[in-house]
């Protein structure tokens, strides 16, 4: 399976933007993780298979939201209210073996990335 995603950019504190990833290929738990600099990985949000059961991170909890469409093997994060400290690498990923976690170990398939700018 293969993970495109797409939608980062340059985005003045307070805007808006919507990250999409595209699966090459049926996909089960599917999530956002973001990358700053000097810093690990992290959580952003996660979905299960039916959409029924999401996680976010405290920190966009309120701002941002996860979502999926299985019919074109998407997921989607749109961000809201956008904070300098929300400028990292966002990172999709996906399994084909769990419905739902929350564990970036147990993600098997992970996207290229896509820079999200949050300044002024």
């Known amino acids: 399976v293969q993970l495109q995603a797409s939608g980062g950019g340059l985005v003045q504190p307070g805007g808006s933007l919507r990250l999409s990833c595209a699966a090459s290929?049926?996909?089960?738990?599917m999530g956002w993780f973001r990358q700053a600099p000097g810093k690990e990985r992290e959580l952003v949000a996660v979905i299960s298979w039916t959409g029924s059961t999401t996680v976010y991170a405290d920190s966009v909890k309120g701002r941002f939201t996860v979502s999926r469409d299985n019919a074109k093997n998407t997921v989607y994060l749109q961000m809201n209210s956008l904070k300098p400290e929300d400028t990292a690498v966002y990172y999709c990923a996906a399994d084909q073996s769990r419905l739902f976690t929350t564990r970036l170990h147990e993600y098997d398939y992970w996207g290229q990335g896509t820079l999200v700018t949050v300044s002024s």
């Open positions: 290929g049926r996909t089960y738990a």
